[in-house]
Structures are given as C-alpha cells and as structure tokens.
Nanobody
Framework: QVQLEESGGGLVQPGGSLRLSCAASVSIFSFPTMGWYRQAPGKERELVARLGSTGWTTYADSVKGRFTISRDNARDTLYLQMNTLKPEDTAVYSC?????????WGQGTQVTVSS
C-alpha cells in the first residue's frame, strides 16, 4: 500500500510563490510517473504537471513557465514549485502516482491565491 501526503499549501498573494511537497510511504525510485493535479470549486480535476522517471515532464498550458515539477528519489518526495501565482491557480492540489499497476492519490492541499 502506497500513501502520499501533500504539504506546503496555504494562502498567498497574487505574484507570490509556494512549493508543494508530496511525501511517499515507499521508495519512489521505481515509480514510472508522478504528477500533480488540481481541482477548483465547481470545476473538474485537471492535470497540472507530470514527471517521468527518465526526466520527461509535461505541463498544463496555463502553468508553463511558472510551475516546475521535480522529484527527489533519496527523500521519496515529489515537488511542485509554483511562481507568479494567480487567483485562478486557487484549488486543491493533489499528488498522483502509479505503482505496480495501481493508481494512488494524496488527500490534497489547499492553495488560495488572493489579496
């Protein structure tokens, strides 16, 4: 059983930065991909960024150039560095991973961008 625990969310002003972390309960070395998704009130969950074990990345158009996804295999942790935050980035951000054919989700962390 894999557990994912996000942290780092909070309230930030427009233009500010936050770094989200997703700590896994097992080694992430063999995880083929990990990603971040978000869901705003009244909207469907959407992909924010995904990172493969070989280093490839993909980003939603709305966050390209502002967000950076990375992983630290030694700490079994996935990160999302979010810069130049906008009010429309407000959402619950969740960590996602596939492991041995099973998909896992964290509980989510709230990010609110407001002045």
């Amino acid at each position: 059983q894999v557990q994912l625990e996000e942290s780092g969310g909070g309230l930030v002003q427009p233009g500010g930065s936050l770094r989200l972390s997703c700590a896994a309960s097992v080694s992430i070395f063999s995880f083929p991909t990990m990603g971040w998704y978000r869901q705003a009130p009244g909207k469907e969950r959407e992909l924010v960024a995904r990172l493969g074990s070989t280093g490839w990345t993909t980003y939603a158009d709305s966050v390209k150039g502002r967000f950076t996804i990375s992983r630290d295999n030694a700490r079994d942790t996935l990160y999302l560095q979010m810069n130049t935050l906008k009010p429309e980035d407000t959402a619950v951000y969740s960590c996602n991973a596939w492991h041995i054919g099973t998909e896992y989700w964290g509980q989510g962390t709230q990010v609110t961008v407001s002045s």
